[in-house]
């Protein structure tokens, strides 16, 4: 009955409604990695649907939804957003929870913003959904490198895309 929430381990399976799809053994997320943020993360799971809404956190092969890009990323001002978070989330120490989180309300309150204004776009760029965990441990979860990447991408499907690196 849980078998379609959790991710295919062999190499042609892929998600629900899809076919084909990369490998999605477990086995090939770093140990530590997964460990610690698996074991972060659980706490937050209450039902199986949840643990669907997480899939996506740990591998690259996610779509961006289409009303999520309609609506969200090409709101005015949301390129302009994401290429700030993407800077001040390359110099956010240490890269937490709670950093994240008052990280992305300080640029919503110094762009006399919304929260909203900040948030959803970062979480569209980060999953390519309008929905789904707590966007703070999301980030967390997927870690510096991967969100930055994963705003970079956003920022390259819009047309606007910045080097990230600090170089």
């Known amino acids: 009955m849980a078998k379609p929430f959790f991710p295919a381990t062999e190499a042609s399976a892929g998600p629900p409604g899809r076919s084909g799809g990369k490998d999605r053994d477990i086995s090939k997320i770093p140990v530590k990695t997964y460990d610690r943020r698996w074991r972060s993360n659980t706490r937050r799971l209450k039902l199986l649907t949840d643990v669907r809404a997480r899939r996506f956190s740990a591998w690259d092969d996610y779509e961006y939804r289409e009303e999520a890009v309609t609506k969200v990323l090409r709101a005015e001002g949301a390129v302009e957003i994401l290429e700030e978070l993407a800077k001040r989330i390359a110099a956010l120490e240490p890269f937490d929870v709670t950093g994240i989180e008052a990280l992305c309300k300080m640029l919503a309150k110094e762009k006399s913003i919304k929260n909203g204004a900040v ?17 703070w441990h999301m980030v ?21 895309a910045t080097d990230l690196s600090g170089r």
């Open 119 to 135: 948030f959803h776009p970062l979480r569209v760029a980060v999953s390519g959904r309008t929905e789904g965990p707590s966007l």
């Open 140 to 160: 967390d979860f997927l870690g510096k490198p991967k969100t930055l990447e994963r705003i970079k991408r956003a920022q390259k499907m819009l047309g606007k």
